[in-house]
DNA sequence: TAGTGGTCTAGACCACTCC
DNA sequence: GAGTGGTCTAGACCACTAA
């Protein structure tokens, strides 16, 4: 122990080569936290790969792959003919994911367990400006039109309103609805047949309508996710809201060194 | 022009390797954009490492860097001795971005440009309960209390409450300070002496107080963006909210095959 | 010119899966 | 056992930076 402790203060310390993990996940790891402990402050340079090849006894290819991940994952950040260098904090860098909050902590909001879905309602409809523009559809173009109510132990806490393409001719059609449904949306067989999705979360309050539904009091705050999903053809083919309670939702996020 | 066609329909497509686009990053392009176009469709399984070695005629390392970005991008997922399959959307994965909304589109919400702050308040102050509780010290030890107003083009659209630890003795406090401060949060000189920063934010309605120093009725939607810095001994050493006007800020996200 | 990072090769060995 | 992905080597060449 005293040895390692030593070796590691010389700059050294020797991977395991006998671990799970493996040799690149091993020096990211060991980097970062000695970023996070303050041994690297923001603006120091890293040392070079051919040091830390010497360091770790490592080729410079397990060097680099350690390098890519921590410039990916924005720990470090690296320049041609200089060096690589640790990076600050940057909010503006952030990305959250939508959780869901229960007293048990923070999990993920499209998760399958212990939710219910009910469709509140299914029709065709003309499409009216907005969707048209929306779908890149014609004005008054027949629209499927979906009302889902999503439920977790029984509280409504989710107010799905979705607008389908409806083109019977294309075999896609099926498949868009198939994925827009419980089924794909909620329980991870998502995306067959869709290419991507644009998202946007807002905040909104609660309309008289949106909060009967969701048993909240008007004007009570809510996220709006819109989404949009476009097909291979890169056409919008569905497009609409999910209304979710502030009570039961949140985005969380981190910055910084990941040591997890 | 034809003959590459030909080759591309019998899977022989070949890398410019006079391109600038390295090896790894054309055949993440490629095979991106073959599983956008359908070529590829969600469970379907990608030629084995092997094939695309002969296929793009490259080593199996570089087919490898090419498979870990799409594997961490979340394009596809390997297993291990059965091979590499094309993932669906995934709307739980999808992470967001806070960005401010004008006419012209969207912008990083930190970005430095066109931002005034303003301090409104700053005072020392006993922590309270909560304030204690946050930042992991003795309820009644002196905080420092930071007001900000953030404003664009002379509008107010953030309004920021950070409490800081106060201690004197530590050299990193005027560091946290510095850093806690405009030419730190917004300036991109973020993070010198700090590790690792916690981020949620919540969808609620302004108060009387906020309101008024936001210019917006009470009752308007806004985005809490609560947020903790620890520092390199993992103590919380600030602790705050922004309040963000809904009509200026947004979340988005995008989910699924990425050719940007 | 010396040092840096960026890319890439042509294999090797291993663990795992499926037959 | 055959095929798959996962890791790693010991170099090589290139582009860029700074003295």
Redo the contacts with the bound molecule.
């Keep these: 122990m005293n040895t390692v402790r030593v070796e590691e203060l010389e700059g050294k310390s020797r991977?395991d080569?006998d671990s799970y993990e493996?040799?690149?996940?091993?020096i990211v790891r060991i980097l970062s936290e000695e970023i996070a402990s303050g041994r690297y402050r923001p603006g120091d340079?890293?040392?070079?790969?051919?040091?830390?090849c010497a360091r770790f006894?490592?080729?410079?290819?397990?060097?680099?792959?350690a390098?890519?991940i921590m410039?990916d994952r924005g720990t470090v950040i690296?320049?041609?003919?200089?060096?690589?260098f640790v990076r600050g904090l940057d909010m503006g860098e952030a990305a959250f994911k939508l959780r869901e909050r229960n007293d048990a902590g923070v999990r993920a909001a499209f998760a399958a367990a212990q939710r219910e879905v009910r469709l509140l309602q299914a029709a065709i409809l003309p499409a009216d400006d907005r969707v048209a523009r929306k779908l890149d559809i014609a004005q008054g173009s027949r629209v499927v039109y979906l009302r889902r109510l999503v439920h977790i132990a029984g509280d409504p806490v989710m107010y799905h309103r979705e607008y389908l393409r409806y083109d019977p001719r294309q075999p896609s059609v099926e498949a868009e609805l198939q994925i827009t449904s419980l089924e794909g949306l909620f329980r991870g067989q998502d995306g067959q047949g869709l290419r991507r999705g644009d998202l946007t979360v807002e905040a909104v309050v609660l309309t008289e309508e949106e909060a009967e539904i969701l048993q909240c009091p008007a004007g009570s705050p809510a996220f709006c996710l819109e989404h949009i999903f476009y097909d291979f053809e890169n056409r919008p083919v569905a497009w609409g809201r999910f209304i979710c309670r502030a009570d039961r939702y949140s985005l969380v996020g981190r910055i910084g060194a990941d040591i997890s």
Tied chains: 1, 2.
């Design positions: 991977l080569r493996p040799a690149y996940a091993q340079q890293l040392p070079s790969e051919s040091q830390l006894d490592v080729s410079s290819m397990t060097i680099r792959r390098m890519n410039v690296a320049s041609q003919g200089k060096g690589v």
